[in-house]
């Protein structure tokens, strides 16, 4: 972990970069020039707008607001989410010494952000789709624990062939959402269910192609896919269960969407959680998808 005084200032000119990538730009009038106001290296500089004098910090209007816990920490927390199998509060609890309550809650901030991203993203050309059910592993104390119905969708947004022997799937997008006992209908999307997912998540010209049941467990591409996603559920974390799974699924899908974007992961959501994306992350050109074969 960086934590001497060289790694701090490292961090601050890495965040700098992420949150004004163009160069200072004042929240309030949109001027790009500031006095740095640096007290002591502990603390955050302060930049003051050499225009309208407004005072701003690197952390103001992001997730890191407010927050008592050291940048190159959140640094640290942004690269571990951004690894293949991410971590879970327990392990980031130890790793950057925090308690448990404050570790599940950066990550949780991460999440949100992730979340939002994915909300804003709307997908097109052929998504093929179905209904699939999550459950827990069981545990002595929940030994029969629910079902949960979730929609996993993979949309084909460019031409690509669409083969299982493909370690990786080029112009793929990935969803997974939680779907409530009104969207459903005898396990399959009733019709209000899919109105409601699809305008929540399909562009008016997509083409869906909805899977039943048989024909969800022999496709190559979403089958794998959620039996992945619901193994990293519930070996990094046990299950998840409740209102929170939501930005699991987020978090899980985030890293297959963009693993081989045109910045590193932990850059984009870097730039993610500064609340200030500075990569159109639609942008159809470079996005793939890397599906793992079950
Ligand atoms: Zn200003």
Known sequence: MRSNKSGLYETYQFLYEQKWPNGFRCPR??????????STARTLPLYQCKLCRHQTTLTAGTIMEGSRTSLTKWRTVIELVSTKNSVNAVQLATI?????KTAWSILHKIRRSISKLDKSRRVTGLVTNSVAFYARPPFVYF???????VWVCCAQEQEVRRDSSLERNEGLYVKIKLLTKRDLSDQKLSSSGEMRIFEENLEQQALPATLNRGEFRRDPLLYPLFMQAKHWLNSTFRGISGKYQQAYWDEFCFRLNFEH???PLSTLLTSLCMGCPTIAVTSEATQTVRV???
């Not at 950057?96 to 448990?100: A, L």
């Open 29 to 38: 009038c949109e001027h790009h020039q500031a006095y740095t106001i640096q």
């Open 96 to 100: 950057i010494r925090v308690t448990y």
């Open 143 to 149: 030994p029969t624990d629910r079902e949960y119905p």
């Open 261 to 263: 974007f045109a910045v």
């Open 292 to 294: 793992i074969s079950a």
